[in-house]
């Protein structure tokens, strides 16, 4: 793609995004459901105005890692200890229902097979793009309405994060059983290896910016340096451990959440957010979407593919989180919260493809799947949290 035509793209995108964004609110609709129509429209599948690229790619990861990292500098640090068991045990069933349901759902469709053959892993990995969640998009969400910081908030943002975990963790399985060589075991020490190191390094990093805060208070060299670990932490993450970036991210945003002036980081790093990379991220969902090639037999299963996706996360996270004391509304909330999928599960896909586990036909399925929960899940939690009163600033 011509660099120069990509900033005609890059204005189609800011300017429809924006003014669908605004209409969306007018309809008393989270703005990020405007966002992403406007990338549909513009996008493969309606005009054609916008094809994907690199470079919309690449600001899109952006985007949803600058989301993550604000996500972790509003948390309250007190909250996500208090829900941390419950974050662990609502994000295992958000993985292991939707798995199995996936799995079941192709075995369906295209009949049961027994262990080790092709068909039995085909159906294993479909059920392993279920499991991811896509937090970013649920996080704008409960960012606008005012309950990202709350309790219910607080547990669906630490289940996202934790279920992203164990959600390549079982990628990385699913891979190594078809091919040994893959040598799945090293992920669980990858992964106990990054945890530990992120509340080790993570206690002197904050300690470090404790100072720098408390010599330059309110000064942009603490916002820049905060914006830095966030991007080495989101490269760390995934090159050295095998982890996604948002997660390096949400914990870069974790190790400043408690500073004096983590609101003021927070302000900062939003205008970038709010101004570019926010609206391409949103919107890059639509415009990814073709729906080309789309049969009668491959409609058929994508539909009972989104609604066994969407589903089974509402019955693991929500029976979960009711089981664990939070009341009906709230364990919706959670389930409902837990629905989104976006680029996880199109990394996830993109792997299954590379790996000869997913025939490209399905890829629909899986865009199909992160369209409708991007849209409708902003809008189920709006009519969920209808009036109540937003949580209050710590």
């Not at 295992?92 to 295209?110: D, I, K, N, R, S």
């Not at 097979?113 to 704008?140: C, L, N």
Request: aromatic share 10%; proline share 3%.
């Amino acid at each position: 793609m011509d660099r120069i035509a990509f900033f005609r793209d890059l204005a189609l995108i800011i300017v429809s995004a924006k003014l669908f964004g605004l209409l969306a609110q007018k309809l008393h609709a989270p703005s990020v459901v405007g966002e992403i129509i406007a990338g549909l429209l513009i996008g493969p599948a309606v005009l054609g105005f916008v094809q994907q690229s690199d470079h919309l790619s690449l600001l899109a990861e952006i985007g949803v890692v600058l989301l993550m990292f604000d996500a972790g500098l509003e948390t309250n640090m007190k909250d996500l200890l208090k829900t941390g068991p419950k974050a662990l045990a609502v994000a295992c069933a958000g993985v292991a229902v939707p798995l199995v349901g996936g799995t079941l759902l192709y075995m369906c469709f295209y009949g049961f097979s027994s262990w080790g053959t092709e068909s039995f892993f085909r159906a294993v990995f479909m059920g392993t793009i279920m499991t991811a969640t896509s937090v970013g998009i649920t996080v704008s969400a409960l960012k606008e309405l005012g309950h990202l910081k709350d309790p219910t908030g607080t547990l669906i943002t630490s289940a996202a994060i934790i279920d992203d975990v164990i959600g390549i963790v079982v990628l990385t399985f699913v891979i190594g059983f078809k091919n040994p060589d893959q040598e799945p075991v090293k992920v669980l020490w990858r992964t106990g290896l990054f945890i530990v190191l992120s509340v080790g390094i993570g206690i002197i990093l904050h300690y470090a910016f404790k100072w720098a805060d408390k010599k330059w208070p309110h000064q942009r060299r603490i916002p820049i340096l905060g914006l830095a670990l966030c991007m080495f932490l989101a490269f760390a993450a995934e090159t050295f451990f095998g982890i996604a970036d948002i997660t390096g991210a949400y914990v870069a945003g974790l190790i400043l959440c408690t500073l004096r002036d983590s609101e003021y980081i927070a302000r900062k790093v939003d205008i970038n957010s709010y101004m570019i990379f926010g609206p391409v991220f949103f919107a890059s969902i639509g415009v990814k979407t073709s729906i080309s090639g789309l049969d009668r037999e491959l409609l058929i299963f994508s539909l009972a593919f989104v609604a066994v996706a969407l589903v089974t996360k509402i019955i693991g996270c929500g029976t979960v989180a009711r089981l664990l004391g939070s009341n009906g509304k709230d364990s919706l909330k959670v389930g409902v919260g837990m629905m989104t999928r976006g680029e996880v599960a199109l990394i996830v896909a993109q792997k299954g493809l590379s790996e000869g586990m997913l025939d490209s036909k399905y890829f629909t399925s899986v865009i199909l799947l992160i369209i409708v929960s991007s849209v409708t899940v902003p809008l189920v939690l709006k009519m969920l949290y209808k009036g109540e009163k937003a949580a209050a600033v710590q």
